[in-house]
């Protein structure tokens, strides 16, 4: 049995609550188990200068912990007066996976900045990051879409991403809690899209390893666990969800 | 009239919940009007260099704001490499108030880490940082309590902030919130104790000067705001607020 | 009797010595007991990003010692690769300060930059700083009436500023050195104009509080000592000084 | 038809020349296509402060590009002051995966530091740096036996890393070189044992996805790849090579 | 005798390998003994801001060794975040060194930069950057020549740099390895154009003194080793070398 | 004529006020025409980590400007978070030559700190903070001789450096001020001991060169100057530079 009594492919209670936050223009509150993360999302009405000129826009991620959001406090990132390796590395992958499905071109010259701050962690911060931020950049989108600032949908599918790993005891498990990961063999994010492909997969065996056979395994659990974060995307969208173009491989 | 219609002495709505994080030994969120700061209070079994072998503790602070806390977007300190001014002498402002109220022998050799951070910001995020701070810090100082860890109750008394200003046309206001702090003379912070005594008194006229009068009456109005604080964190604090040695000018 | 044998509202002997470098459109070095300080003004003819195109000017401060101003060495902040806290507070607070008195639309849109490096320190450094600043000010600002680039005198009126705190044995004393300052349970920064309003009002209890009576007594004594500040201003500027409009509450 | 006339799965020629460097302790040329990578191992004897007292080593890694090695000039992040995020991610797919098969109790309280620094850039620095990196470790590793520092042979298995991608045109590719890397809709870094098992796996669709059977096709691809990486490894180490316990899928 | 045997005016073997990486405009590899160091020359077609608008160019050097070019490992300047005061002092000489025989004004408004990196050191580093620098230089501005961006042929006279040195038993010294250097009392860097003209002379007596006498000696013993260099720098750029107008001192 | 009127191979006024700030152990105002440096030294009894436990002590240098010592406002190297290389070039400089005449075992396990602070700067900064320094470096050391703290008077010779030049129409000029520093083609730093023999030589033809013949001319130039230096050095010093051994080889 898993520390928390979940079964093995079972994911944690998840809660999207929308608007969180008053000033940015989409915003929420993701809770993944005790998992906590405030998503926002910030438009910018010009793009890096890197992305001049080419008549589109721009997705770019922060990700941050509160010192105390984890069992030992950690030293901010701002009093060390650099940004740790694990923070750019988390920063890199949510920007990245944000623009895989966003047509860029629709957004025009923009630059949405996501920013993603753990007020609680218990592990998966990264995957609970980047599916709440996917509701947070649809919620900024469509408000600029009511204000006639954009005018074509600029989002093509739904977006989610979570953890898989190895148990030396209990073998493949979905959606890790701090303790599964820190004593995990191997550990796997995995973001996909609503029709089934993947956007990006990272397996991580530290100081172990895995087999094709365990790989295909991780995968299935991963597309259950994200099948049912779409539905926690689509009930906290409410009707916007039904703007997103591509069809769900799960039902809605 | 106040942008937000209430009167000139009149103080945002306060409520401040208690162990808002699960992580810390203390911690709160502290909402005044729209502004809302996450308080917490760690402990750590060891001093800095130059505090140790006193057997004394010590208590530190540090202050920070989500990037889209605010109407415009700011760049993470995190991000820039440094902290700003701004941000330093809040920092520093926040760790002396609290140390003039604790017995920092009672603690032991241990220190203190606060961390206010600004999910939400409305003007006197500087004030409501230290009043919900304190609270943390009592929460904190009373796990250990209960644990052994300390033998005697080393909070001496109630310690809240508030904000007072000049405004060109209402005169002296109490609690300002963004709008109205943007557009003052005279900007002054009023740290005070349980006991009616000043801990800090920051009085600015930027661009702007005020006379002996002016800031009788904004002491005035700062007393009058600063013993609705004490109510709040009393109420936060429940039972707890009992052990709190000193006697409130106000009733409790 | 105080450690250097003065009253309890004496102030230390006060010199300003103008023209003390070759270079820069104002420099005094001002001396106040042990402690001096080189204040200069350079005027550049442009202004910082937020100010461009609002027809006026900005005034600047930046702050510095010599590591061996004091006692103990200090590691210079070059070394360390960044300003303290300390230093942040007090160059805001010296640029907030010379602004208050300052018709910037009168300068134009030009920066004067006020650099105060403390050669030798006794204790109220930034007082000093903010004294002697003023004068070096007036006469950058007096070199470009003169060459004709700026055309209206835009200084409104003197600015001088004082520390006053409370010793646990003699009480309330005026222009604390060192040895006072770090023993005083109550140390307060008094920035005030010639016609005796107060431009910023800094007052700190580590580690203790005090009250309003106190407060009262202490801003009396302030006021004693900026009086003498401004005669000491008068006798360093000259014929300059009567370009300043305003009245001075005491005698010139 | 590649750009370079290569087949679909075809590796570019790949040579390690062992010994290039004549202070540390292992240290090899890797040569892949155009990419050129020095890479070293240096033993230090401790282990960095977390690591102490466990009685076991760590395995470490740092990653350059001198500013030529590729086609634009890049800013050193000396002088940039700071490393970036891609720097910082590819150390620590380095450091991780050479830990994954090396016994780190085998080679007690000591660091090996492992260097890759790219001097000709032409695709594929990372998996490069790994497979190099791992001849270097080998060595330096034998050198201690050698000198009856280390008492066991502690690298328990073999460890090389490819590039797979898709090409909008030609479909899945093995070994990408710069030119196919920039136009690759999937991009995927594959690292492996000797024994076939999987260390680490990365793919990214940046702006793109693919699905489960494309997955399959690449992980086939890279197979091969790896298993001509192991001979080049091999005839690299010479008579050393035999000392690795692991069982290769391939014939040796 | 000398530790490896040469005589005291004896130069190490000399190579000059060019075209060694294959993106910069110029590029060789230099090895003094066991010395080497990859020197790149990189145009850009932009001039620094403090150059910008007087029609002529500019030359600038970076240096740098890899963490095990030495026998103990260095921490990267990277990690660091910031660059030494060493390597500082070297990147200042070599660029004013090139400057010296550079028309620059014939090379339009545009920047050299000169890329030094040490992959092996045995003393005499900065020494060989600046010798083998020379012929990168020159290989960048002829194919610059070759490609019609230059009308006219910059480089007005060849260019070396050699150590020399005073051991406290073998008395002067030529061309220091890492073991004399570090025995060494004095240690004197001398760096001459082809008509055996100084450009830059650095002695320095650490912990030591020398006399004028001993001056006058270790410059004859620097212009012999210069002129060994002058010589391996014709065979490595072949007919280009007749493109430079000055006569030698000695026959080419 | 030079632009002050003064001979080829004449020294500006040179003055040294010894005591000048009344915390460090030793102290001087150096004055050489219009270019004015405090030079302070502070002892501090402990040596950096890599000389400890053996049995000696170390001498360091920091050199800074105040901002305005210039005609333009130079940046403060503490706002742009790092310091110069041309800071760092003279900080090591000034070091190194004080390190040789002093008998580092005579002042056991101690740092000397060397502050040199220029607070009017025109030309000749860094040999008039050598010239300086020495002084400053002798009274500290004297002052710890008084106390008992260290037996034996450490300093082995009068040490002092001044600059050569070659002015394209005025020829070799001894001690050039900021103008003729700012034109001269070649620059040249000596710095000698009282006995004669140099301690460095630093001479640059930027964008120009020089021959043997003038080399001799300027160190003859030098000579000179240091005599004279050495003069002002015995005036300041007193009676205390009669237990300074070594034999001026010009009369005292």
Known sequence: MRVDGRQLDELRQVHI???????????????????KVICTASIEDRVPPFMRNQGKGWITAEYSMLPR????????????????????EIQRLIGRALRSI??????GERTIWIDCDVIQADGGTRTAAITGAFVALVLAV????????????????????????????????????????????????????????????????????????????????????INELFLAQIEALGSIADKIPAQLKTER
């Open 17 to 35: 609550e929308t608007e969180y936050i008053k000033h940015p223009e989409g915003s929420v509150l993701i809770t993944v188990g005790d998992t």
């Open 69 to 88: 959001a984890t069992e030992q406090r950690n030293i901010r990132e701002a009093s060390k007066g650099k940004v740790t390796g694990r923070t750019m």
């Open 102 to 107: 966003v047509d860029l071109e629709k957004i």
């Open 142 to 225: 469509e408000k600029y879409m009511t204000a006639g600032k954009i005018n074509s949908f600029p989002i093509k599918d739904f977006l989610a991403a979570v953890s898989v790993g190895i148990d030396s005891k209990l073998g493949e498990i979905l959606d890790l809690n701090y303790i599964e990961d820190s004593s995990a063999n191997v550990d796997m994010n995995v973001i996909m899209t609503g029709n089934g492909q993947f956007v990006e997969l990272q397996g991580t065996g530290e100081e172990a390893t895995f087999t094709r056979e365990q790989l295909n395994y991780l995968l299935d659990l991963a597309q259950k666990g």
